[in-house]
């Protein structure tokens, strides 16, 4: 059974840090396309970054610059290091698995940007 | 690629068929998802590929479309189906996704 379990999440002031983790059971991350996908409060669902099995990176323009993903293939984790937060970054931060499409998704977790 | 869905929301009943549709922006082939998601839960994946229905979906949800204008239809709605419904189109590497469509009672 594939699970993928975020944290991280939390209450942070902006232009501080956080840095995002997504845990995975039942599916290699080395192995696979992994992607963070973000939803506001009450809104649409927003891509943000891919992780591909090579290792290659790419990122929504909105998180260009800001935002980095990374793995650590020996825990099966794959990361979101969010800088420079701003207030429109707020949002359930969900991690996913694909790229064409998203089979399996985690639960989520909140990151608030607010002063 | 931008995403059009209408309606943005519905009411319907049990039993009743909806009908979703998608319209992209530019010519997309068949790079399109929809998903449903319910109140305080991550997204389901309901069909890929335009048509392709995702395996443990019910065979209820269909969908159809290519090049920019795409449809998901409901037939016979179930109470667990009253959702948000998004499409997604991975045409281009910046994935986008629709602004939604609220299926209420």
């Known amino acids: 059974e594939v699970q993928l379990v975020e944290s991280g999440g939390g209450l942070i002031q902006p232009g501080g840090s956080l840095r995002l983790s997504c845990e995975a059971s039942?599916?290699?991350?080395?192995?696979?396309?992994m992607s963070w996908v973000r939803q506001p409060p009450g809104q649409g669902l927003e891509w943000v970054s891919i992780i591909y099995s090579g290792g290659t990176t790419d990122y929504a323009d909105s998180v260009r610059g800001r935002f980095d993903i990374s793995r650590d293939t020996s825990r099966n984790i794959v990361y979101l290091q969010m800088n420079s937060l701003r207030v429109d970054d707020t949002a359930i931060y969900y991690c996913a698995r694909g790229r064409g499409h998203f089979d399996y998704w985690g639960q989520g977790t909140l990151v608030t940007v607010s002063s | 690629i931008q995403l059009t869905q209408s309606p943005s929301s519905l009411s319907a009943s049990v039993g009743d068929t909806v009908t979703i549709t998608c319209r992209a922006s530019?010519?997309?082939?068949?790079?399109l998802s929809w998903y449903q998601q319910r109140p305080g839960k991550a997204p389901k994946l309901l069909i890929h590929s335009a048509s392709t229905l995702q395996s443990g979906v019910p065979s209820r949800f269909s969908g159809s479309g290519s090049g920019t204008d795409f449809t998901l239809i409901i037939s016979g709605l179930e109470s667990e189906d009253f959702a948000t419904y998004f499409c997604?189109?991975?045409?281009?590497?910046?994935?986008?996704f629709g602004g939604g469509t609220k299926v209420d009672i």
């Open positions: 039942g599916v290699t991350v080395s192995r696979n396309y």
């Open positions: 530019q010519r997309i082939s068949t790079y």
């Open positions: 997604q189109q991975s045409y281009k590497s910046a994935l986008t």
